[in-house]
């Protein structure tokens, strides 16, 4: 499993980058291997409103729909139209694969750090 | 197989019509540039093309098809015949009521015999499959409180066993759902329920016996938690032949149910439809149901609307000729028939699972109804084959595969219905060939893994259909 | 009584010892006694000899007319024997959805190619696997267009009121607001339509011909629609897509309608066929089953249900829709219909329709019954006039004809198909003279 130790991670599975302002949100390794081969995103439109814990998203396999959660309140800026043509970016490059932008931050959830993510990540494979 | 489009060739044609006999004259308005790119085949070879098709389609009168919740039995060929009768199919659906009075017939003493059949007071024909009728069923709900005033009901309860329809049709009334989690014996948990329900409980949708093949035993508690809540009770039909003729929704204290007629009374499913999803009601609701209401005495009988109706759930009195096959079956099994079927859906439930439980584990392995369901759980966990793995491997048996990863509740489902229509000698051979995929699991799972082996076709790839979808023939100047 | 089960009561006997159960009753042991019901209340059962009977009986009660100029959502067309033949194969007719690929590729192919050929109608990207009917078609395909600023439907007064009906009621499960366009001079009023139209119309739905059979000015309200950011949903009926422009060289987003006059009998209103079809942009949205081409693991062709994550067995309290079953049959039957017809036949059929349609407009208006709207027509029309529709229509019953609709008691809605034959249109001509005589 690969965790990069430039980002943050929340309990359900999306990893967090800031820089220059904005937030950067997508999901972890963890998540899309979970998921398996990824057909199609649903993603919001750039304005929409973040809230913690609310779901902004979703991503479809072949028989299942899972939705992708906020780890900030905020406002979407920038939407990565280009998974919606290669969904399977998100299986192959997971931290590449950025789904949003967000502005305006007002709140943001606590967050994981790689290490604590890690072992996060393994009680719950554990659990299974 | 060819596609259609690859057969034939320009000019040929089928020899339909006669020519015109009066002047031609095209309407006045802008025409299409191009034809169609339709076949054009001789009648020899639409013929060969469609039973090639045909020869690739498995149907429940080829041989067995345990498909749970899906009520796969024997289509009687009787049935067929009526339904292709020309004094119904050549009637138009608007004609005046004193012109059909063989049609209204039909639809009355269909209504009479599905509300004693189910202890309802009203049925509309008008929905065209389950969905359709439980849409109808909660806009019946929505009516009855609507009308009282009773704005505050915004939320429907669906157990999370329930068919995905359920929670669908929900939302499509504008309801909120609420999941309610079963408990560990798979039937609604009662504590739960009481939690769930308040004053914003529009009601209760629930399959019973439920899709874990179980009869909720708690029923009258359950229907007197949600009425004294304020809300209604909606029974999903899908699993009717489980009871039918021992015991009714409208004693458990239900106000709506809906049927399917392409289940419990055996018309055809034609490959995914026309169905036919009629919606009984008690008394109180029957002033809200669409479309019309056949009334009046016999020689005499009107369509007329009902009071309150809400409207129309498609057009005309629904699928009429599917009807006409679900009265024949009606007619000919009568009082002493109904009983017998869900005797022996049951017992032949009963008696697969008695001999299968040794080597499949079951979700639940007693008091089960019309099906069972096997979990393959353990075997996946172990790294051994999946209900995946064990359903394409009947496939090479020439049998068609139970319900697979249904009910949700269950890991690695495999929902097992034999239905009534099936003799001891089917199940035995089926029991044996489980038995023999279940040894050669053990033995050599990768072999299982790599099944079909003998089907037309291997596994397809979903996840590239998924991905770039091609829905339609690309004709030889497109590519993709 | 008739029986459907197989075992005899001594295998019952046996299977129930073997399943551990001492009775019938130990099988029900979970439902309450107090809900248990001793006997149905229904008459005894019936030797399928005895059932045929009643069952003919019944439908001898009904009239089938030998000559039929009533439209109006349901139309009388001939039906090729082929059609019939192929469709009532067995392997067709008792399939459930196609769930395992392996052993449902006839099934499959039968549908991906119907699919290709609504979208050759339609002149359309994508078409689903079939909804129940017309009427629904429409109100799946209005709530398609509803979107979180546009959430108005806005609905032609000039179509079929049953359509209409069906799409309120589907409106009113979400309480979407719908507002109806007033007609004039039977057609779409492009002033009521331009009033209406704002930032928040979903869409417009408008039939092509509508109601009345009139053929509206498609391109003046596609660019009105269009301008105002809204949907275009065009109801059609199939047939006059063998010679009328598509609905997709409109600009329409969305094209939907009653497939049964591709070789469904009228059968008092059902089973029917609802198409729909629709833009690359919208595939997603579709509701329903569609059938997808793909390979297997050898790399052989393959067609599978797709894009099934859109639909309710998966996405269940957020899915667009609760249609999970479509009307197979009918769309194998529409599919064979095309197919026998080719594209020659179906422009034939329209041709023919239109036509005799037009012979008969002539032929009422010389009997004294004036066509009420000097529009373009495809095969529908109506005549309005001082004689009482119900006389007219009573005396053409006499004969073994079944007249057109009658909207009231001055106008009636007549339709012409390739059925009607120039001597019954002389005929009903006749018989109107006499009675207004």
Not at chain 2, 169 to 175: D, E, K, L, S
Request: aromatic share 6%; glycine share 8%.
């Amino acid at each position: 499993m690969n965790t990069p130790g430039n980002l943050k991670y929340s309990k359900t599975h999306e990893w967090v980058k800031t820089e220059g302002g904005l937030t950067e949100i997508g999901i972890t390794d963890f998540a899309q291997d979970a998921l398996g081969d990824l057909v199609f995103v649903n993603l919001p439109e750039a304005g929409d409103t973040l809230s913690v814990g609310e779901a902004f998203a979703d991503v479809e396999s072949v028989k299942a729909v899972s939705d992708i959660y906020s780890p900030v309140s905020g406002t979407v800026a920038e939407v990565n139209d280009s998974l919606l043509d290669s969904p399977e970016s998100i299986n192959s490059d997971p931290y590449g694969a950025w789904f949003i932008r967000a502005s305006d931050v007002t709140a943001t959830e606590d967050l994981m750090d790689a290490e604590a993510y890690e072992a996060f990540c393994e009680e719950e494979a554990a659990k299974e | 197989m060819k596609t259609v489009f690859e057969w034939g060739a320009p000019g040929r044609r089928c020899t339909i019509l006669p020519a015109l006999d009066v002047e031609e004259q095209l309407p006045e308005a802008p025409l299409r540039d191009a034809a169609p790119r339709l076949p054009e085949m001789s009648e020899t070879e639409v013929s060969r093309h469609y039973t090639e098709l045909a020869g690739q389609v498995f149907g429940v009168n080829n041989g067995f098809y345990p498909l749970g919740s899906c009520t796969m039995k024997y289509n009687p060929s009787v049935n067929e015949e009526m339904a292709r009768l020309p004094g119904f199919t050549g009637v138009h659906p608007l004609q005046e009521d004193e012109t059909v009075q063989g049609c209204l017939s039909v639809l009355r003493t269909a209504e009479e015999y599905l509300c004693e059949v189910t202890g309802m007071d009203a049925v509309t024909f008008q929905p065209a499959a389950g969905a359709h009728g439980e849409f109808t069923g909660l806009l019946l709900i929505k009516s009855y409180h609507t009308e009282r005033g009773d704005l505050k009901r915004t939320k429907m309860i669906v157990p999370d066993s329930a068919h995905g329809t359920n929670p669908a049709t929900a939302t499509m009334c504008g309801y909120d759902v609420v999941n309610l989690a079963s408990g560990a014996d798979g039937l609604v948990d009662l504590e739960a329920l009481r939690a769930a329900v308040g004053e914003d409980t529009a009601g209760l949708m629930l399959t019973n016996p439920n899709t874990c093949g179980l009869f909720e035993k708690d029923i009258l508690e359950i229907t007197k938690i949600i009425h004294e809540a304020g809300g209604l009770v909606y029974y999903d039909g899908a699993n009717l032949n489980g009871i039918i003729g021992v015991a009714r929704p409208g004693d458990m204290g239900f106000d709506c149910v809906h049927m399917n007629l392409h289940k419990t009374f055996s018309t055809p499913h034609g490959g995914g439809g026309p169905g036919s999803g009629p919606v009984g009601c008690k008394e109180f609701l029957a002033k809200y149901l669409p479309g019309h209401r056949v009334t009046g005495d016999t020689g005499a009988l009107r369509r007329e609307r009902a009071e309150q109706c809400l409207g129309d759930m498609r057009a005309f009195d629904g699928n009429f000729l599917v009807v006409v096959r679900a009265l024949t079956y009606l007619l000919m099994l009568g009082k002493e028939g109904l009983p017998e079927i869900s005797k022996n859906a049951v017992l032949n439930a009963n008696y697969m699972m008695s001999q299968l439980k040794d080597v499949y584990p079951m979700a639940f392995d007693d008091n089960v109804y019309h099906e069972f369901v096997i979990t393959m759980e353990q075997s996946v966990k172990r790294g051994g084959v999946s209900a995946m793995d064990i359903a394409k491997t009947l496939l090479d048996h020439g049998m068609h595969p139970p319900t697979m990863y249904f009910p949700l509740i269950v890991h690695e489902a495999l929902m097992v219905e034999p239905t009534e229509t099936e003799s001891k000698e089917t199940l035995d051979e089926v029991i044996r060939v489980m038995k023999e995929i279940h040894e050669e699991a053990q033995r050599d799972p990768e072999s299982i893994k790599a099944s079909p082996k003998k089907a037309p076709i291997g596994r397809p790839d979903e996840v590239t259909a998924a991905r770039n979808p091609i829905i339609r023939y690309r004709f030889g100047e497109e590519t993709n | 009584m008739g029986t459907f089960v197989v075992n005899t009561e001594q295998e019952q006997k046996q299977m129930l010892a073997a399943a551990g159960k001492s009775s019938f009753d130990a099988l029900f042991a979970t439902v309450p006694d107090s809900v248990k019901i001793d006997h149905l209340n229904l008459p005894e059962g019936m030797s399928e000899l005895e059932t045929a009977a009643r069952m003919e009986g019944m439908a001898a009660q009904n009239t089938v007319y030998r000559q039929i100029f009533r439209g109006a959502g349901a139309y009388h067309h001939y039906i090729p024997a082929v059609v019939k033949r192929v469709t009532g194969k067995e392997e067709f007719l008792t399939a459930y959805t196609p769930y395992q690929a392996e052993i449902s590729q006839g099934v499959l192919q039968s549908i991906f190619e119907y699919q290709t050929m609504i979208c050759e109608l339609t002149g359309l990207d994508c078409a689903n696997a079939s909804v129940y009917d017309g009427a629904t078609a429409a109100a799946e395909a209005v709530k398609m267009c509803v979107e979180k600023k546009r959430t108005k439907i806005l609905v032609a007064q000039t179509a079929q009121p049953e359509t209409v009906s069906v799409i309120r009621t589907y409106a009113f499960g979400k309480d979407d607001p719908v507002q109806m366009i007033a007609e004039k001079d039977g057609v779409l009023d492009p002033e009521a339509l331009k009033a209406a139209l704002a930032e928040d119309s979903a869409c417009l739905f408008v039939q092509q011909p509508n109601y009345y059979g009139n053929l509206e000015d498609m391109d003046a309200i596609a660019a009105m629609v269009k301008e105002a950011g809204a949907k275009l949903v065009m109801g059609c009926n199939p047939v006059s897509l063998g010679l009328l422009k598509t609905p997709g060289a409109y600009g329409a987003d969305i094209a939907c309608g009653e497939g049964q006059p591709l070789g469904l009998p009228l059968g008092f209103g059902g089973p029917y066929l609802g198409f729909m079809a629709c833009t690359e942009k919208m595939m997603r949205k579709l509701p329903g089953r569609i059938i997808g081409e793909t390979k297997d693991h050898d790399g052989n062709k393959a067609y599978v249900l797709t894009l099934q994550a859109r639909e309710q067995h998966i996405r269940r309290e957020k899915a667009g829709s609760n249609i999970c079953s479509n009307e197979a049959l009918c769309a194998l039957t529409a599919a064979v219909y095309l197919s026998a017809m080719g594209p020659e036949g179906l422009k034939e059929v329209a041709k023919q329709c239109s036509s005799k349609a037009h012979y008969l407009q002539k032929v009422l208006a010389e009997a004294g019954l004036q066509a009420r709207d000097a529009k373009p027509f495809f095969h529908e029309f109506v005549t309005v006039s001082e004689t009482p529709s119900s006389k007219i229509l009573e005396a053409l019953r006499e004969k073994g004809i079944l007249g057109g609709l009658p909207l009231n008691e001055k106008e009636i809605l007549w339709c012409a198909t390739e059925l009607n034959t120039r001597q019954a249109m002389d005929e009903v001509a006749e018989i109107v003279k006499e009675v207004r005589a």
